[in-house]
T-cell receptor, first 112, second 116 residues
């Protein structure tokens, strides 16, 4: 699976949009971009995933560049409860049981 | 999506002893994954458990230290054997979510292990 690069930490004001970047320059054509987050002392939580089109769900939006070498996770209105470590993961898709490989992630701190 | 129950949620154990962690899923799943998260670190995959066959271990993890059972499609156990303080970590199990519009993974809430 392709490696990812994320900033170690970011801050965001409550109510503002949080934009978390991820670089995955070695991504291959059959690999998806997944985002998970881990709130302190809990198991990771799935947020969103995409292949090449932008995606949106009730939690977040995922913007993938046209060359697919980078992506941005957007939390449109961050709350204090969104403070967590956010992991960008690239892995093969297709519904098979491919393992997830976690990097160090980005610690997002939402400030009041 | 699948709901995972993991037991115990935490434990404090003496060095040299073993602890068995249970992971129960509310639906049948093909594979279950066991992760370790050392203090202040990211998650590291220990092994993949497939029902009816031996688990597949990642580099750096061996069956003698982390034996895994997978007796059926809804249950698995991970044993941490002959524990030392270096085994103090959070251990998590994970399964693939229901097929549908995504193929994300669901994680248990973890077992926080402290070895003294």
């Amino acid at each position: 699976d392709a490696k990812t690069t994320q900033p170690p930490s970011m801050d965001c004001a409550e109510g503002r949009a949080a934009n978390l970047p991820c670089n995955h320059s070695t991504i291959s054509g059959n690999e998806y971009v997944y985002w998970y987050r881990q709130i302190h002392s809990q198991g990771p939580q799935y947020i969103i995933h995409g292949l090449k089109n932008n995606e949106t769900n009730e939690m977040a939006s995922l913007i993938i560049t046209e060359d697919r070498k980078s992506s941005t996770l957007i939390l449109p209105h961050a709350t204090l409860r969104d403070t967590a470590v956010y992991y960008c993961i690239v892995r093969k898709g297709g519904g098979s049981n491919y393992k997830l490989t976690f990097g160090k992630g980005t610690l997002l701190t939402v400030n009041p | 999506s699948a709901v995972i129950s993991q037991k115990p949620s935490r434990d404090i154990c003496q060095r040299g002893t073993s602890l068995t962690i249970q992971c129960q899923v509310d639906s049948q799943v093909t594979m279950m994954f066991w992760y370790r998260q050392q203090p202040g670190q990211s998650l590291t995959l220990i092994a993949t458990a497939n029902q009816g066959s031996e688990a597949t271990y990642e580099s750096g993890f061996v069956i003698d230290k982390f034996p895994i059972s997978r007796p059926n499609l809804t249950f698995s156990t991970l044993t941490v054997s002959n524990m030392s303080p270096e085994d103090s970590s959070i251990y998590l199990c994970s399964v693939q979510r229901d097929r549908g519009t995504n193929y994300g993974y669901t994680f248990g809430s973890g077992t926080r292990l402290t070895v003294v």
